[in-house]
C-alpha cells in the first residue's frame, strides 16, 4: 500500500464513526423525540406547572436546538401574568448547549466530505479491497469512541469535565431546568446516540460493500 494510500485509509478510518456520531448526536438532541418520552415518563408539566403538555414542551425544545426560537424563551401564566419559566443561567448553558452541537455540524460535513473525497479516490485507483479495510479500521473506532463515551459518563470527574463544558455556569438551587434534564434523560440520550450511530453505520457499511463488491464473470 502506497503512502497515499495509508493516508486516505486512516481518513476514512476515522472520519466514518465520526460522521456517524456527528450526526446521531444532532439527529437525537434536535428532533422532540427524545425529550417528549422523557417529559412525559416524568410527567415534567404535572410536576411543573407550565400550562402545556409535555409533547408540546419537547417540541420547544426541538425548536430551539434547530434554531426556529432564536431565545430559550417559555412563558407560563402566574397570578394573572406572564412569567419566563427559565432564568438567565438556564438560557446561557442552553445557548452554549445549542453553540456546540453547531459546531459539530462544521466537523461532520469536514469529515463527511473528507470521506467522499478519499472514497473517489481509492475507487478511482481500484483500491476496493483497501476501502473496505479502511471502513473496517472505522467499525473499531466507531466501538472505541462509543466505550469511551460510556465510559466517560459512568466516572464522575469525566462526566462532571464534560457536564462543565455543556452547561457552563452552574444551576441554581430554584432552576426548573435541572429537574428536565436529568441524570436519566443524559442515559437514555447517549443510549439513543448509540443506537442511531449504528445504524447510520450499518447503512454506510452496505453502501461500502455494494460499491466495493468484486466483478463476478457468471454472476
Partial sequence: MGFLNRVLFIIIAICIPVVCIMSAFNIVFRLPDLYAYEF?????????????????????????????????????????????????????????????????????????????ISYCALLANKRKYELRGAFKGGILIFTILLAVLFASFYFDLSRDFLYGHIFIIRFGADDVLPLMLTEQFAKLGLIAVSAVGLILLIILASLTWRITKPRRMFW
Avoid at 452554549?96 to 473528507?114: E, H, Q, V
Fill in 40 to 116: 412525559n415518563k416524568n410527567q415534567v408539566s404535572r410536576e411543573i406547572n407550565l400550562g402545556m403538555k409535555n409533547d408540546e414542551l419537547g417540541q420547544f425544545f426541538s425548536d430551539f436546538m434547530t434554531g426556529k426560537e432564536k431565545e430559550f424563551d417559555l412563558f407560563t401564566e402566574y397570578r394573572d401574568r406572564e412569567q419566563s419559566v427559565f432564568g438567565t443561567v438556564e438560557k446561557i448553558n442552553m445557548e452554549n448547549a445549542r453553540k456546540l452541537l453547531n459546531y459539530s455540524l462544521y466537523l461532520l460535513a469536514g469529515a463527511a466530505l473528507l470521506t467522499i
